[in-house]
């Protein structure tokens, strides 16, 4: 597609549920990253992925954190047993690597009450 | 540890007038930087970047910054803002060329402008 496609745009959720959140990444982009962005702050990194794989999911906060992309293009983030300290933006990024810069999402706003 | 800091939380400047937004950085290494500017309800653009060679980078919108070794710094600037301007600015740095690796944030800078 033409930029990074984030879904659901808002998700409320009740506290204990799990969730999943959708990163759809520019067409041939290899590398994909996501952030969270609490309220007034800036995106703090959480995983990403190069391919299929996890090159770096130093950032993940918890096991309850989880990330996937079976094909190397889209993108779940599921979180199990949501608590109301996981709300905030979570932003998907990607890139393709010598191409100078990533392109974010416009984030899906997590709620958890 | 990498760190960025964004000593100015919240800026007001007139319409017209000059704009600096500070950064500054902590890194063992040679730093990537990037400026983004973020929208409300928006996701995060991308103003201007600096991997090596003259350190006065040009952007998008008019914004340029300046990158101090010394000072381990890179400030943001606009010689005059528009309305549209008004948003929040994150300074960024990365380890790694080519857009490889993770990004870390500075907490951002809040921008108004007063007409």
């Known amino acids: 597609g033409a930029g990074v496609s984030q879904t659901p745009s808002n998700k409320v959720t009740e506290k204990g549920k799990y969730v999943e959140l959708r990163c759809d990444p520019i067409s041939g982009h290899t590398a994909l990253y996501w952030y969270r962005q609490s309220l007034g702050q800036g995106p703090e990194f959480l995983i990403y992925?190069?391919?299929?794989?996890?090159?770096?999911d130093s950032g993940l906060p918890n096991d309850r954190f989880f990330a996937v992309r079976p094909e190397g293009s889209v993108s779940t983030l599921k979180i199990q047993r949501t608590e109301r300290g996981d709300s905030a933006v979570y932003l998907c990024a990607s890139s393709y690597p010598g191409l100078e810069g990533y392109t974010f999402g416009s984030g899906t706003r997590l709620t958890v009450v | 540890a990498q760190s960025v800091t964004q000593p100015d939380i919240h800026i007001t400047v007139s319409e017209g007038a000059s704009l600096e937004l500070r950064c500054n950085y902590s890194?063992?290494?040679?730093?990537?930087l990037f400026w983004y500017v973020q929208s409300p309800g928006q996701g995060l653009q991308l103003l201007l970047k600096?991997?090596?060679?003259?350190?006065l980078v040009q952007g998008i919108k008019g914004f340029e910054a300046e990158f101090k070794r010394s000072q381990s710094s890179f400030n943001l600037r606009k010689p005059s803002v528009h309305w549209s301007d008004a948003a929040e600015y994150f300074c960024?740095?990365?380890?790694?060329?080519?857009?490889?690796?993770?990004?870390?944030f500075g907490k951002g800078t809040k921008l108004s402008v007063k007409p």
């Open positions: 960024a740095v990365g380890a790694r060329r080519g857009s490889q690796g993770n990004l870390i």
């Open positions: 992925f190069q391919g299929t794989g996890a090159a770096d």
């Open positions: 890194y063992g290494a040679t730093p990537y």
């Open positions: 600096y991997f090596s060679g003259d350190t």
